[in-house]
Nanobody, 117 residues
Framework: QVQLVESGGGLVQAGGSLRLSCAAS????????MGWYRQAPGKQRELVAA???????NYIDSVKGRFTISRDSAKNTVYLQMNSLKPEDTAVYYC???????????WGQGTQVTVSS
């Protein structure tokens, strides 16, 4: 059984930084995409950043230049370094892993990020 455990959320002032981590336990196919989504109150969940097994990344425009996604495939762990945080980054951040061959997907429980102005 695959479980994703996130950590690193919290309260930070605008302009500050946070680093989110997500560790996956259980058997996950090596070919996968690991990503971070976020959901603000009253809004739909959106993909913030993703990284595939080859290290290719993509970001939504609003976080480009401020957020960096990385992974340690040996540890099945994905990170999201968030710099220059803005109040509009406030949301619950969810980790996701999707296997490319099976299309199975897994979600973490979410971690709250709050940016005060």
């Amino acid at each position: 059984q695959v479980q994703l455990v996130e950590s690193g959320g919290g309260l930070v002032q605008a302009g500050g930084s946070l680093r989110l981590s997500c560790a996956a336990s259980g058997s996950i196919d090596r070919l996968n995409i690991m990503g971070w989504y976020r959901q603000a109150p009253g809004k739909q969940r959106e993909l913030v950043a993703a990284i595939n097994s080859y290290g290719s990344t993509n970001y939504i425009d609003s976080v480009k230049g401020r957020f960096t996604i990385s992974r340690d495939s040996a540890k099945n762990t994905v990170y999201l370094q968030m710099n220059s945080l803005k109040p509009e980054d406030t949301a619950v951040y969810y980790c996701n892993v999707r296997e490319l061959l099976t299309t199975r997907g897994y979600w973490g429980q979410g971690t709250q990020v709050t940016v005060s102005s």
